[in-house]
């Protein structure tokens, strides 16, 4: 028997979430270097349903088919692969501190997935779980500490950094997915002739005029904190909640809602992309933190606070 242990930074029933539900799982699924698409994953969530996966990578694919066995939400997911025998039982404990303890008990496992390669690529697939779920977490922790903000403060009318919007408009933005299933949302892209600015714009100001009881509901929704732009994954859902969370914190003079990791990582995707996903010219720049230990690039020096160069880099004139 292989057993592995990890302590997540999630709450058990996120991680259950992540463990049976497909759109989670084509996340994190595979050692690194492959992929799993969601339309390869079959789960069948009761003894005796399918469970299957397709991951592809660079030299090949590989496709798990499996039978549950054991189905105790949120606790026990244990299923056999026919194939080769082998029986995989996940246990998730709650740690009581907003954290997870899942350990995995592999038998009757395949000589070839016992060679040091094959463990340490089933690590990495751990480590790719924890980086999404910490990644869930830092995305529900900004929406649920702007929400915070917006509730002890009357200032939904104040201007924000987007060009013309308030921030009841920023909120109506980034709650837009709550509201529009993707049917509704293809067809309102259809009527703005496929321009998502004239959506979002047209959405902001229509939708920026609910009640604030009901976009605070929004800004806390768990369907908003599990949502994800389409290609943008995880990453995407993150730069999208802590920019636009700052849109409305530096405006209004106050300090992130966003934790300090999750404006690290936002600002780590920004440079990696050398400043092109707002169109920012990094040319001969050297980027500082005055707030924290970061530092990016060689040349003329900006320095400013981690959330500031953050907006910086998503095109907002501060």
């Keep these: 028997m292989i057993i592995s242990r990890r302590i997540l930074r999630a709450p058990r029933d996120l991680v259950w979430r992540c463990l049976t539900e ?34 592809i990578g660079e030299h090949g694919t590989h496709r798990m088919v499996a039978t549950f066995t054991e189905v105790v939400a949120p606790s026990t997911l244990a299923w056999i692969e026919p194939a080769s025998g082998m029986h995989t039982t996940s246990t998730l404990a709650d740690l009581g501190d907003g954290t997870t303890e899942l350990v995995i008990q592999q038998r009757h496992v395949p000589e070839a997935m016992r060679t040091p390669e ?6 990495t ?34 201007p924000s950094l ?38 979002s714009d047209t959405v902001a100001v229509r939708d920026g005029s609910l009640p604030a009881a009901d976009l605070l509901a929004q800004l806390r929704s768990p369907d908003l904190h599990a949502w994800q732009p389409p290609g943008g994954g995880a990453a995407g859902a993150l730069s999208h909640a802590v920019i636009h969370s700052l849109d409305v914190t530096i405006a209004l003079g106050r300090p992130p809602v966003a934790p300090a990791e999750a404006v690290t990582a936002v600002l780590d995707q920004l ?44 095109g907002r004139t501060l």
């Design 22 to 55: 497909p759109a989670e799982l084509a996340h994190f699924w595979g050692p690194a270097g492959m992929h799993t698409p969601v339309d390869g994953i079959v789960v069948e969530l009761r003894p005796g349903g399918r469970f299957e996966t397709l991951m």
């Design 125 to 158: 697939s751990l480590d790719k779980l924890e980086q999404h779920l910490v990644t869930r977490q830092w995305v529900a922790e900004t929406y649920q500490g702007l929400a915070e903000l917006l509730t002890a403060d009357d200032v939904w009318d104040r």
């Design 271 to 314: 440079t990696a992309a050398n400043g092109t996903l707002f169109g920012v010219d990094l040319t001969d720049t050297r980027l500082e933190a005055t707030d924290i230990t970061w530092t990016w690039g060689d040349g003329r020096v900006t320095r400013a606070d981690s959330g500031s160069l953050v907006a910086l880099l998503s």
């Design 162 to 199: 987007c060009e013309k919007w308030l921030v009841r408009h920023v909120v109506a933005h980034v709650t837009m997915p709550v509201r529009l299933t993707p049917a509704l949302f293809g067809a309102k892209m259809a009527a703005a002739r496929g321009d998502f600015t004239v959506l």
């Design 118 to 123: 094959a463990r340490a690529g089933f690590l």
